[in-house]
């Protein structure tokens, strides 16, 4: 219960946020305008003159995902090569809420928290370079299994949250 108070909250916020935008542009428009550049030598930046960010949630990771990880953490199914994002993951975890199936998986790839939209499996991708742009097939701790054609990869080893990913067949 209080975390659907702090969820509501962390909302509302974010709400504010954006409803202060405009204004916050005009008025980085009129410090800068105004700066006396031998006083402040460094522009102003739009991020100082927000009142409702919340500087927790910048690139943070979204909760159920650390949740899934962790869960495949326990159970021993995370691979060891994906490790490089675990502190993230750790950091947004929620542990309350593990997602019902918390992911598909290869020797290339895993989709944390994998969800079934109009076609395409969204979830959090992290994969090797060696998947890239190849069809794989991937199984979940329960047993289901889908077959994925793979984004492209443009690094070795990669971490996208909200990834849709094309479902074949």
Known sequence: ???????????????????????????????????????????FQL????????????????PIYGAAALKLIEMGLFPAWALFVYKQLLERADESIPPLLLCYACDQAIVL?????????????????????LSLNLTSPCGKSIRLRMPQIKSKIIAEENCYIDIIG
């Open 113 to 133: 928290a994998p969800q079934i939209e109009d076609g395409m499996c969204r979830g959090m991708l992290i994969a090797m370079e060696s998947a890239n742009m």
């Open 47 to 62: 991020e100082e003159f927000y009142l409702y960010n919340i500087k927790d949630d910048k690139d943070a990771i979204d």
């Open 1 to 43: 219960m209080i975390s659907a108070v702090i969820n509501l909250s962390k909302l509302k916020t974010r709400e504010l946020h954006e409803y202060e935008r405009p204004i916050s542009v005009l008025a980085l428009q009129n410090a800068e305008l105004n700066r006396d550049s031998k006083k402040r030598k460094r522009p």
